[in-house]
């Protein structure tokens, strides 16, 4: 049933619609009173969602002996919806792929934006958004084993295998106290990575991302939250003190 409920969400049907669907699919045609007892929706809102779904063409209305019954349509529809969603998906791609570059020109101002991210869905949602810049160096400062307890193995080495694949070059310094790290996920870096390590005593567990006129920061699975701050002169800032630390960062971590 979930993958119909997945469809069901593609073509535009609200949840107590969907419900109402499912129900009839499970048991076949029932009153409005008794879909509204299976599913919990109230009578009254039952008809509104069946007008939704009679529109769509999904289900159908039948009187029987002066009662009123509902069930489902012919399945095809599913598919030819489903077609049709395709379409317009595909041309609003088209056009986005034709305007992007005057959209991002009008989206840039001198005002700068912050945008916080919760929980580590958020903070891998922040990291998604740095995929979008394609041939953009990034510029890291990775506390390596505390991104990785946060975030997982699985996701860091789906995101480097995404960064690759859009060409995005790195220069990352891994902060550590010790300087004996574990043994890293990153066995095949490539050409495209360049990195440093900062062996000091007292090294934050929170990293930062610059790229494009944006600072991505990612805090440890202690506090668990991000922020993304878009502003010219405070990634230029964060740029200068990069460079700063990647002149006294060390090529190997012995």
Request: no cysteine.
């Given at each position: 049933?979930?993958?119909?409920k997945d469809i069901l969400t593609s073509i535009n049907i609200p949840?107590?619609?969907?419900?109402?669907?499912?129900?009839?699919?499970?048991?076949?045609?029932?009153?409005?009173?008794?879909?509204?007892?299976?599913?919990?929706?109230?009578?009254?809102?039952?008809?509104?969602?069946?007008?939704?779904?009679?529109?769509?063409?999904?289900?159908?209305?039948?009187?029987?002996?002066?009662?009123?019954?509902?069930?489902?349509?012919?399945?095809?529809?599913?598919?030819?919806?489903?077609?049709?969603?395709?379409?317009?998906?595909?041309?609003?791609?088209?056009?986005?792929?034709?305007?992007?570059?005057?959209?991002?020109?009008?989206?840039?101002?001198?005002?700068?934006?912050?945008?916080?991210?919760?929980?580590q869905d958020g903070v891998k949602q922040l990291l998604k958004d740095?995929?979008?810049?394609?041939?953009?160096?990034?510029?890291?400062?990775?506390?390596?084993?505390?991104?990785?307890?946060?975030?997982?193995?699985?996701?860091?080495?789906?995101?480097?295998?995404?960064?690759?694949?859009?060409?995005?070059?790195?220069?990352?310094?891994?902060?550590?106290?010790?300087?004996?790290?574990?043994?890293?996920?990153?066995?095949?870096?490539?050409?495209?990575?360049?990195?440093?390590?900062?062996?000091?005593?007292?090294?934050?567990?929170?990293?930062?991302?610059?790229?494009?006129n944006k600072v991505a920061f990612m805090s440890s699975c202690k506090?668990?939250?991000?922020?993304?701050?878009?502003?010219?002169?405070?990634?230029?800032?964060?740029?200068?003190?990069?460079?700063?630390?990647?002149?006294?960062?060390?090529?190997?971590?012995?």
């Open positions: 049933m979930q993958n119909i949840p107590s619609a969907q419900e109402i669907y499912l129900a009839l699919l499970a048991n076949g045609k029932a009153t409005a009173r008794t879909l509204s007892h299976r599913t919990g929706v109230t009578r009254t809102s039952v008809y509104d969602y069946i007008k939704i779904l009679r529109a769509k063409g999904l289900v159908v209305e039948r009187s029987i002996e002066g009662t009123t019954l509902f069930e489902i349509g012919d399945a095809r529809q599913l598919s030819i919806l489903l077609d049709g969603q395709a379409e317009e998906l595909h041309a609003q791609q088209d056009f986005l792929a034709k305007n992007l570059t005057t959209l991002i020109d009008k989206s840039q101002s001198l005002q700068p934006k912050v945008r916080f991210f919760e929980g740095i995929l979008w810049h394609d041939d953009t160096t990034l510029y890291l400062y990775w506390p390596y084993e505390d991104m990785l307890d946060f975030l997982g193995e699985d996701f860091l080495l789906w995101f480097s295998a995404r960064r690759k694949t859009h060409n995005i070059p790195i220069k990352t310094i891994w902060g550590h106290p010790t300087g004996k790290i574990k043994e890293s996920i990153f066995a095949d870096d490539g050409k495209d990575v360049e990195r440093r390590y900062l062996i000091q005593k007292k090294v934050s567990s929170m990293g930062y991302i610059i790229y494009d506090e668990s939250f991000g922020f993304i701050v878009e502003s010219v002169e405070f990634a230029g800032l964060q740029k200068m003190q990069f460079d700063i630390l990647w002149q006294t960062a060390k090529k190997t971590s012995h």
